[in-house]
C-alpha cells in the first residue's frame, strides 16, 4: 500500500511534481490510484537500466513513443510534453530502481530528473497533472522526498 503521503498526493485535484518515494511503492496500487484519478501511469523498470540508450530505449517501449522518436534527450522532452497518444487528464510515471542508471551514470539520471521537472511545469501550464514518482535505494539531492 503506498504511503499516507503519497495516497494524499495522489488525491488530489492535480497532482503534479517529480518526488522520491522513501520506500518502494506497488506498481498495481500506483496504476490503480492513477487510473481512478484519469491519469495514464506508466511504469519504467530500472533494474536493468545503466546507460542512457537504455534509459530511452525502455522510455520509448513502457511510455509507447511514436515510431519516429529519435532517441536523445531532445526527443524524450518533446514526446513528454506532446502526449496526444495517451490523451487523458494527467500522467503518472514510475521509475523505480534508479540505483544501476545512478551508479554508472549519475549525470544522466540528473538529466533524466531535470527533463521529468520541465514536462511536469509544461504539463501544470496546460492545466494538466503530471506526477513523476523516483525510487531506489539513493535519493537523488534537489528530489523531494514523500
Given amino acids: 500500500m503506498p504511503s499516507p503521503e503519497l495516497t494524499q498526493l495522489l488525491a488530489s485535484d492535480h497532482p503534479s511534481g517529480v518526488y522520491w518515494l522513501k520506500t518502494h511503492a506497488s506498481v498495481a496500487d ?8 484519469a491519469l495514464t501511469f506508466f511504469h519504467l523498470e530500472g533494474k536493468k537500466i545503466e546507460k542512457k540508450d537504455q534509459f530511452l530505449n ?3 517501449v513502457a511510455m509507447k513513443f ?5 532517441k536523445n534527450w531532445d526527443a524524450f522532452y518533446d514526446c513528454l510534453t506532446d502526449m496526444e497518444w495517451a490523451e487523458a487528464n494527467g500522467y503518472t510515471i514510475y521509475f523505480d530502481h534508479t540505483d544501476g542508471f545512478a551508479d554508472h551514470h549519475e549525470s544522466q539520471l ?8 520541465d514536462a511536469v511545469d509544461f ?3 496546460e492545466g494538466k497533472s503530471m506526477l513523476v514518482l ?3 535505494d ?3 539531492a534537489g528530489v523531494k522526498k514523500i
Avoid: N
Avoid at 511514436?66 to 529519435?70: E, L, R, S
Fill in 134 to 136: 523516483l525510487s531506489g
Fill in 138 to 140: 539513493h535519493a537523488p
Fill in 123 to 125: 504539463w501544470k501550464g
Fill in 66 to 70: 511514436p515510431d519516429h522518436f529519435g
Fill in 30 to 37: 500506483l496504476q490503480k490510484l492513477s487510473h481512478a484519478k
Fill in 110 to 117: 540528473e538529466t533524466v530528473i531535470e527533463l521529468f521537472q
Fill in 58 to 60: 525502455h522510455a520509448a
